[in-house]
């Protein structure tokens, strides 16, 4: 986390400049609709919701409920595009998915300011990670669109059809471009929802796309709720679906698309060991602690959730992580000095709470930061719980806030032990000065993603994808690819 310049106030404090980033070259309607075949378009019942900012609490704009009739609309606009965009010279689609990548990279600073009024997040991760990101995946995937035959030698890679993807609101534009780019790059056409609290950069990202002039229908766009997401999973056309978010959500999806022909990924919840051995480089640790679980105030499915130091140097790591965590800033996503936005949703922000509080009753002791917040909007101070038990829900659950559980272990055995129990497997990080412990960790440690001395970095060409209740599939790199095509 790089500081823009400050000042020493007359106690001796640093003092940082509010530098709230320009929202001059941002603009946003009053009123966003559906974008279905080439075109925004009313929603049929002509309803409308509110997406605030759960900084200011204020209406940012209103955005079209969908109902079962939009949804079925926008299907038959993908399915009438896959003629056109499965047919195409795979060459041709790369070109549309390269000039997709430009634009948003000369919009990029205009997106990451409309992400972070949407959705809460501090301007300098939207601007330095999730817009370079979304910018990444799509000329990533652009790159393969004409190459699948060596990606699957001896296969005849061939589109699935039309993809229902529906995305949640931690990283809205990301997890959209992750979804959009490998389902276009294999010939796939796309009708995709996010989340309800954070639907502006996806309908932004639909301007994009008709600025690209990619054929009308090959992309669709639909805003909505919960039932809005099951409509895409319920749909007769629909030969695909890829879901992130919630586990809850996911079984539900999961038990509705047994027993139909629709392939599915699903990329579910997490609940991330990041473990520090004694041997580590412990300034480096505690920052690698602080970006994995306070990074995008914790909403994010492979947070390092669950601290485990080795016991010998718990004493030091936790002494340095409380320093660390009085000095970060709690407040606008727009400035550029801010660590932790706002929660998204009040929704969310009940949820944290509930489980502030069920730690405490579940004999864990509680340290916060005394970091001062905002009166309005949605907040939540860095927080974390030692005294834990593995049984306890703070250790088990994810909690998908600023939230850590600080357990310790001796043994590297103990360690794993710890890792590996509870019901997810998305991620780990381990944090080590030894080469062969960090291959034997990767090696023991069943998650998807495991970084070693580092963590919560992402690259497209790398897999993303979960064991257990974290989900089925893969995202991301050939894995990415290989979800979208039949492999006749
Ligand atoms: P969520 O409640 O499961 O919602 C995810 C998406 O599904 C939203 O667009 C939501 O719409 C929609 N949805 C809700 N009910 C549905 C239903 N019955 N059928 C179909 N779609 C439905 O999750 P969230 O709270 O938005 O996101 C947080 C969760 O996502 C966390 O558990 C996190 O770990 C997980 N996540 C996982 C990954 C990964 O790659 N593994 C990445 C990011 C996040 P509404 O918003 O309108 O309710
Ligand atoms: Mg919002």
Known sequence: MVRELGKLDFKGTWQYAAAPESTDHVQLGDRYDLFIDGDFVAPAAGKYFDTISPSTEKVLASVALSSNVDVDRAVKAARGACRVWGRMKPAERGKYIYRIARIIQERAREFAVIESMDGGKPIRESRDVDLPLVAAHFFYYAGWADKLEYAFPGKRPAPLGVAGQIIPWNFP???????????????????????ETTPLTALKLAEVIRDADVPPGVV???TGAGETGAAIVEHSDVDKIAFTGSTDVGRQIQKALAGTAKKYTLELGGKAANIIFEDAAIDQAVEGIVDGIFFNQGHVCCAGSRLLVQESVAD????????????????????KNTDIGA????????????????????????????????????????TLFTGVSQSNRVVQEEIFGPVLAVQTFRTMAEGIDKANNTPYGLS????????????HMTQKIRAGVIWANTFNKFDPTSPFGGYKESG???????HGLDAYLSLG
């Open 343 to 382: 929660i998204n949703s009040p929704r969310q922000l009940e949820k944290i709470e509930s489980y502030l509080a069920l730690g405490r009753t579940e004999g864990a002791e509680m340290y916060q930061s005394s970091v001062a917040v905002p009166d309005t909007g949605y907040w939540c101070r860095p």
């Open 472 to 478: 089925v599939g893969r995202e991301g790199g050939l």
């Open 316 to 335: 030091e790591v936790l002494g340095k992580l409380k320093d660390r965590m009085e000095t970060l800033i709690v407040g606008d996503p727009l400035d």
């Open 173 to 195: 534009l990301l997890m959209a471009a992750w979804k959009i780019a490998p389902a276009l790059a294999c010939g796939n056409t796309v009708v995709l929802k996010p989340a």
């Open 428 to 439: 780990g990080g381990v944090w080590t000065d030894k080469g062969a412990k960090i291959f």
């Open 220 to 222: 669709n766009i639909v």
